[in-house]
Nanobody, 118 residues
């Protein structure tokens, strides 16, 4: 059973930075896609950033230029570097992974809280 465990969430002031990490229980090479989603209070969960097996990345428009997704296959982690944080970035951030094959299997972490406030 694959497990994804997020860490790094915290309270940070506007303009600050945070780095979220997602540790997978197995090899991340078994995933076709990994990424980060977030859910703010009263809103639907939305995609933040993804990275494919080939290394292609995709970001939601509101975080382009501020957030960077990366992976370390040896450490079985996917990270999200978040810079120039804004109050509207406040949300629970979830790690997501999708397996190869059809139908694909999706996995979710338990979430980590990011609060941007002065």
């Amino acid at each position: 059973q694959v497990q994804l465990v997020e860490s790094g969430g915290a309270l940070v002031q506007p303009g600050g930075s945070l780095r979220l990490s997602c540790a997978a229980s197995g090899s991340i090479s078994s995933f076709n896609l990994m990424g980060w989603y977030r859910q703010a209070p009263g809103k639907e969960r939305e995609l933040v950033a993804t990275m494919s097996y080939s290394g292609s990345t995709n970001y939601t428009h509101s975080v382009e230029g501020r957030f960077t997704i990366s992976r370390d296959s040896a450490k079985r982690t996917v990270s999200l570097q978040m810079n120039s944080l804004k109050p509207e970035d406040t949300a629970v951030y979830y790690c997501h992974a999708r397996s190869f094959g059809w139908p694909a299997t999706t996995y979710w972490g338990q979430g980590t809280q990011v609060t941007v406030s002065s």
